[in-house]
Structure formats: C-alpha cells, structure tokens
C-alpha cells in the first residue's frame, strides 16, 4: 500500500523484477499487481536463448542509451544492445493498454515484452521480466550494467518541485543564472481528483518589477503526461517571477510564483561555485603541489610520506650498571652524611 500511494502520489518511481520463481504471481502481490503495466498470459517460459532488442520507443529514450552515438544517432546503441549476453528465462507477459514496451526478447519462435513501462498516478511504474541483466556484466564489470539502472532509476522518479499547489506545481531552477544561460522553466498540473491534466496550451509568464518581459510556451512531456518544459535564454540583468497560464484552469488555481534572477557582471567566484579542476591543477603545478580527488584520496599518504623524513630511536639505561650514576649517587650520598654529622644531626 505505501508503494503504491508513493508512485500515485509522491510521484515516485517504482521498478519490479519478475523472476523464475514467479512470486509477483502470488496472491500476497494481488495489490501490486493491479499498478502493474503488464499480465501474465499462462504461458510458461521457454529454455531457448533469447536475444535483447531496442523497440522504436526504447530506442529514442535516453535512459536506453548505454552505447556510443557519436557518430551515427542510435547506430552504436544498438550495437552494444544486440552484443549483450543472451538470457534464459523471461516471463511470458503480455503489455497492457496504455503501457510502453522499451525492451524486447527475442527468439526463434517468438517475442516476448522485457522491459514495460508506463505512468500511474503522479509517478511512473517499470516491469521488468527477468532477473538476470546481471549476465550483462560479463567481460564488462559495471560499465553497462550500473549505468543502464542508474539511467533507468533517474528516467522512473519524478524531479522534485520546488513549489507545490493543489494543482499546480513549478520550478524555475536555480535562484540566480548568468547573463545567456539557459533557464529551464518546468511544471505539473493536476486535476481535481490529482491525475495528471493534459490540456492544449500552457504558458510560462515571466515578469519583471514593472512588466511582463517574456511568455514562453511549453510543451508536454512525451513520457510524463501533466508536466510541462520551456527554455529562454535572452533575459537581461534583473530579478524575474514566473506565473503559469493554461487553459482550462482559472486564474486563481495556479496562484504559485516562482523567482530568479540574472546576473550581470559579477566576479567568477560568485557565479561559479563547483568545483574548478584546471585552476586547481594549474595552482598546483606553479607551486610544485600535487591535485588529488576524492575518489583517489589514499595519494594523498603517498605525497606526505617522502615529505615526512627522519627517525625515531629509543634507548634504556639502566642506572645501577653505570659507573658514573653510581658516583654520582655515592657523592651525593657521602655530601648528605658529612653534612649531616657536621650540624649535629645523627
């Protein structure tokens, strides 16, 4: 229950993994399976090999992407996916309407749907029907394997809002942007009941101090019914609120504002507050230094050792076997008696 108020609320994302052992089957999972984008058809799983395929929708999904295309668009993705591992067991499923097949498995016989997706509520849920993408990791470790779930796990999950409404909910980005930086403008709009709304226009008003400066249109997102993105980049210096027009909806139920502004001429450091690698390489070149990340973090005990010359020698001796201790203590002791006798003190 609380994972599925998560997806249909929070908007969060939620990946399954079937499994040899068919336990989503079970009737402990008949909650869960209801938010499922696929069904069972009864059939059992076939012990032929079966080959990954992008369909026409997984390829032009950038969390899908785990190939080079730098040269030809999808060419070198495709590759990488036809010379991945084969896998044995895939649930035989059967997509439902509305959903998204990404990834098929292929054999002689037939295909069957690998990897299904579609949104529920707010959120976004993907069914995966094996669980052995661990065999991609072969020859290859988590160069493939961890970047095709981190892709996929940042793709499912909705980014977060900066303002929330009952419905409506925006984000303009940072608080501050450059002159010519391009500023995201992004938001959600609801129904009544908090589906995802989908109407014909919607627009970002942007306004200054006196005046409206700028309306940009935005567009819906494809994989994410109810959100909607815009860009602008030609602002000038000054501070800015952001309104949304769509139509369908009064005035009064998209009362949020949002605000930036834009920065003229301002010392680097005041813009930029990441982490700057060539200046800091450059810094310790001219002083001789050494620049080390965090990832490689043990160099830096590599560069203190040769700097942390010398030696620490411990030494005992044992006063009882030193003649010159014992003189020493004979004398005092010999000092102490005649003193002693002299003043009368025995």
């Not at 399976?33 to 032929?48: C, D, F, H, M, Y």
């Not at 439902?96 to 849920?125: C, F, H, K």
């Not at 590599?302 to 010398?310: D, T, Y």
């Amino acid at each position: 229950t609380w994972l599925i108020e998560f997806v249909e609320l929070a908007g969060g994302g939620l990946m399954v993994i079937d499994g040899l052992r068919c336990t989503l089957q079970q009737a402990d999972f008949q909650p869960l399976q209801q938010i499922l984008p696929v069904r069972w058809n009864g059939e059992r799983s076939t012990a032929l090999a079966k080959r990954v395929r992008l369909t026409p929708e997984g390829r032009e999904l950038n969390a899908l992407q785990i190939g080079d295309d730098s040269t030809e668009p999808h060419i070198g993705n495709q590759i990488v996916w036809n010379a991945l591992p084969s896998l044995q067991f895939v649930s035989p499923v059967e997509a439902l309407p509305g959903s998204q097949v990404l990834l098929t498995a292929d054999n002689d016989r037939r295909s069957s749907p690998l990897l299904v997706s579609r949104p529920y509520g707010a959120g976004r849920v993907l069914y995966w029907a094996t669980d052995e993408t661990w065999k991609w990791r072969y020859k290859v470790a988590d160069k493939i394997h961890s970047q095709l779930w981190n892709q996929l796990a940042r793709w499912s999950m909705r980014t977060p809002f900066s303002m929330q409404g009952d419905y409506l909910s925006l984000d303009s980005g940072d608080p501050s942007y450059r002159l010519g930086q391009t500023i995201e403008i992004r938001c959600e709009l609801r129904n009544a009941d908090g589906s995802p709304a989908s109407v014909p226009s919607v627009s970002a008003i942007l306004q200054d101090d006196q005046q409206t400066v700028n309306r940009i249109t935005l567009l819906e997102d494809s994989h994410r019914p109810g959100t909607y993105r815009g860009t602008t980049n030609s602002l000038p210096a000054g501070n800015y609120r952001v309104r949304i027009e769509a139509s369908g909806f009064p005035e009064h139920a998209l009362d949020l504002e949002s605000e930036f502004n834009v920065i003229g001429t301002a010392p680097n450091e005041l813009l930029v507050s990441g982490c700057n690698v060539e200046d800091l390489q450059q810094i310790c070149r001219s002083t001789q230094g050494a620049f080390v990340t965090e990832a490689d973090s043990t160099a830096i005990v590599e560069q203190i050792l040769p700097r942390s010359g010398g030696s620490i020698e411990r030494s005992t001796t044992m006063i009882w076997q030193s003649y010159w201790w014992f003189l020493t203590a004979m004398s005092l002791l010999i000092t102490e008696w005649w003193l002693r006798k002299r003043a009368g003190l025995w």
